[in-house]
């Protein structure tokens, strides 16, 4: 095998290499310029014009392609210089700060990249500002003295073709280098132990040259991994803030659940994810959201939101329903997902789709991805038992920061309540008799429950609960003791507009007096929660 020297190859085309080290830092100069620029204008104005693009507008893949071929040629030029004995500062000036450039170029693409998606205060930008400056200005330094060189003109000797003369083409510069095997076996293993001395040698001599060339390539493929797993295919966590079109968007938490909000199994084969999406529109115009492309992917499948089962989610939020989002408004919204009982939800993602793309005469989708860590809220049938007086607290609950206190209860066939009722300004006293309905009045009779309910401000279901009676509604029910059966007994709410908030009345079944114990069960979804009365 005959291998050749480059150095009479270098030598000939010193020019024309050094005309292409001073195009490419032409470029990059163009490039930092546009960063300075930006910062500089956002320093000053203290806002951006929103781009989906503004890291890749800015610092592109040819960047940093740019950067690598530059470090090559500049290497080469360097181990020439050190084999012709010529003073080799420059190029090792310039390798060294086209290297810091490439890592300027990496934090600058990780600030632009988090701008669409985070607040930033003014001192960080005013520090990149300053940054970008650093990298911007020496580079006319390097320009200057690189086209002197790839034009020709030593401005100190007014005589530039001296000093490429002086690199003059000898013999073993291009002479060549004939390898041959034998057939002898001592030849080729001493040649072998030579080959591995000289590579020794080589490697000590040029440690410089070569740290250099692995550090280009571990610079290459962690900026290759780095923009595959934190930009192009980033996977989001559950109050990660990412956007698409302008509207902001993060999951704030999930949760499953296989019941609804009373604790009812709502079908024996499924069970329910339930994502809480938080949304800010902050475009200019009125948009809604597509649900086809809010998917959940559970063991490679994709699932679709559902609709028609919101009533039974009413404790958790408001289900997203083709509503409106108005510019500058922001807003907390519900997704569900009927899934099979038996699938893997530890492992579940939310995919919102990004954009389209026509690829190799496909068109394909791009997601944004958020893997969830959903909180499980699985029927259970523990509970934890009261007494009248006990403060019952529903903070391990969906009910979150609210809780009741059973003041007092009586039984009765019927009650006579006052109220007042008010017209305008006028207000009359009146009276209310609370009895059962004329169709069961021989064999129903009246439980009153007085208590204290006080439920989270921050609760959607403030909007359905205002008094005693809606809670009772919503979570309640009463059972009886004989014996060691317990039995839930047919209950029915008496509506009792205008009388007391705190007060409920529920239609019994007359079985309830003469039970050994009552209770008053409460149930919000998985929790389970009983209030002894007798």
């Given at each position: 095998?005959?291998?050749?020297?480059?150095?009479?190859?270098?030598?000939?085309?010193?020019?024309?290499i050094h005309l292409m080290l001073a195009i490419a830092m032409?470029?990059?100069?163009?490039?930092?310029?546009?960063?300075?620029?930006?910062?500089?204008?956002?320093?000053?104005?203290?806002?951006?014009?929103?781009?989906?693009?503004?890291?890749?507008?800015?610092?592109?893949?040819?960047?940093?392609?740019?950067?690598?071929?530059?470090?090559?040629?500049?290497?080469?030029?360097?181990?020439?210089?050190?084999?012709?004995?010529?003073?080799?500062?420059?190029?090792?000036?310039?390798?060294?700060?086209?290297?810091?450039?490439?890592?300027?170029?990496?934090?600058?693409?990780?600030?632009?990249?988090?701008?669409?998606?985070?607040?930033?205060?003014?001192?960080?930008?005013?520090?990149?500002?300053?940054?970008?400056?650093?990298?911007?200005?020496?580079?006319?330094?390097?320009?200057?003295?690189?086209?002197?060189?790839?034009?020709?003109?030593?401005?100190?000797?007014?005589?530039?073709?001296?000093?490429?003369?002086?690199?003059?083409?000898?013999?073993?510069?291009?002479?060549?280098?004939?390898?041959?095997?034998?057939?002898?076996?001592?030849k080729v293993l001493r040649f072998l132990r030579r080959a591995?001395?000289?590579?020794?040698?080589?490697?000590?001599?040029?440690?410089?040259?070569?740290?250099?060339?692995?550090?280009?390539?571990?610079?290459?493929?962690?900026?290759?991994?780095?923009?595959?797993?934190?930009?192009?295919?980033?996977?989001?966590?559950?109050?990660?803030?990412?956007?698409?079109?302008?509207?902001?968007?993060?999951?704030?938490?999930?949760?499953?659940?296989?019941?609804?909000?009373?604790?009812?199994?709502?079908?024996?084969?499924?069970?329910?994810?339930?994502?809480?999406?938080?949304?800010?529109?902050?475009?200019?115009?009125?948009?809604?959201?597509?649900?086809?492309?809010?998917?959940?992917?559970?063991?490679?499948?994709?699932?679709?939101?559902?609709?028609?089962?919101?009533?039974?989610?009413?404790?958790?939020?408001?289900?997203?329903?083709?509503?409106?989002?108005?510019?500058?408004?922001?807003?907390?919204?519900?997704?569900?997902?009927?899934?099979?009982?038996?699938?893997?939800?530890?492992?579940?993602?939310?995919?919102?789709?990004?954009?389209?793309?026509?690829?190799?005469?496909?068109?394909?989708?791009?997601?944004?991805?958020?893997?969830?860590?959903?909180?499980?809220?699985?029927?259970?049938?523990?509970?934890?038992?009261?007494?009248?007086?006990?403060?019952?607290?529903?903070?391990?609950?969906?009910?979150?920061?609210?809780?009741?206190?059973?003041?007092?209860?009586?039984?009765?066939?019927?009650?006579?309540?006052?109220?007042?009722?008010?017209?305008?300004?006028?207000?009359?006293?009146?009276?209310?008799?609370?009895?059962?309905?004329?169709?069961?009045?021989?064999?129903?009779?009246?439980?009153?429950?007085?208590?204290?309910?006080?439920?989270?401000?921050?609760?959607?279901?403030?909007?359905?609960?205002?008094?005693?009676?809606?809670?009772?509604?919503?979570?309640?029910?009463?059972?009886?003791?004989?014996?060691?059966?317990?039995?839930?007994?047919?209950?029915?709410?008496?509506?009792?507009?205008?009388?007391?908030?705190?007060?409920?009345?529920?239609?019994?079944?007359?079985?309830?007096?003469?039970?050994?114990?009552?209770?008053?069960?409460?149930?919000?979804?998985?929790?389970?929660?009983?209030?002894?009365?007798?």
């Amino acid at each position: 095998m005959i291998v050749k020297k480059p150095y009479a190859f270098l030598i000939k085309h010193f020019k024309a290499i050094h005309l292409m080290l001073a195009i490419a830092m032409l470029y990059l100069l163009y490039k930092t310029n546009g960063l300075y620029t930006f910062f500089n204008g956002y320093v000053k104005n203290g806002f951006y014009e929103y781009n989906e693009q503004l890291a890749t507008t800015y610092i592109n893949f040819y960047v940093f392609v740019v950067i690598i071929v530059l470090l090559l040629l500049t290497s080469f030029i360097y181990l020439l210089m050190r084999w012709k004995k010529k003073s080799r500062l420059l190029y090792i000036t310039i390798s060294i700060f086209y290297f810091a450039l490439f890592i300027g170029f990496l934090a600058n693409f990780s600030i632009l990249d988090n701008l669409a998606t985070k607040v930033h205060e003014i001192r960080t930008i005013k520090a990149f500002r300053d940054i970008s400056l650093m990298m911007y200005a020496p580079q006319f330094i390097f320009i200057t003295l690189i086209t002197i060189r790839a034009i020709g003109f030593d401005i100190k000797k007014f005589d530039f073709k001296k000093d490429l003369a002086e690199l003059d083409i000898a013999e073993e510069d291009q002479e060549e280098i004939e390898v041959t095997f034998g057939q002898n076996n001592y030849k080729v293993l001493r040649f072998l132990r030579r080959a591995k001395r000289e590579f020794k040698y080589y490697v000590l001599e040029n440690k410089v040259f070569l740290t250099m060339m692995i550090g280009i390539v571990v610079l290459i493929t962690g900026f290759s991994v780095f923009l595959n797993v934190a930009v192009y295919k980033k996977t989001y966590n559950e109050s990660d803030m990412f956007q698409v079109d302008g509207i902001y968007f993060n999951v704030q938490n999930s949760i499953v659940t296989d019941t609804d909000l009373k604790g009812n199994t709502i079908n024996k084969d499924k069970k329910y994810m339930v994502v809480y999406l938080n949304i800010n529109n902050k475009t200019k115009a009125r948009n809604s959201l597509d649900t086809r492309n809010l998917r959940l992917m559970v063991d490679g499948k994709n699932y679709y939101p559902t609709y028609s089962l919101s009533e039974y989610f009413k404790d958790l939020g408001e289900t997203y329903y083709k509503n409106t989002l108005y510019p500058s408004e922001e807003y907390t919204y519900l997704l569900l997902y009927e899934i099979p009982k038996k699938t893997d939800h530890t492992k579940a993602i939310f995919r919102m789709m990004d954009s389209v793309n026509l690829i190799n005469g496909e068109l394909k989708a791009k997601y944004k991805d958020t893997k969830l860590s959903p909180t499980e809220y699985i029927k259970d049938d523990n509970y934890e038992q009261y007494d009248i007086l006990d403060v019952v607290d529903f903070a391990d609950s969906t009910l979150l920061n609210s809780e009741i206190t059973i003041n007092s209860y009586e039984i009765g066939n019927e009650f006579t309540e006052k109220y007042q009722y008010c017209y305008g300004k006028d207000c009359y006293a009146r009276k209310k008799i609370i009895a059962p309905n004329i169709m069961g009045s021989g064999s129903s009779t009246v439980l009153k429950i007085n208590a204290t309910l006080k439920i989270d401000n921050n609760l959607y279901l403030n909007k359905y609960i205002k008094t005693l009676t809606d809670f009772i509604k919503h979570f309640a029910s009463v059972s009886i003791v004989n014996g060691k059966e317990e039995k839930t007994i047919k209950a029915n709410i008496i509506e009792s507009e205008h009388i007391a908030k705190e007060n409920a009345y529920i239609e019994l079944d007359k079985s309830i007096i003469e039970a050994q114990s009552a209770f008053l069960n409460i149930t919000v979804r998985n929790k389970k929660y009983k209030i002894k009365l007798k």
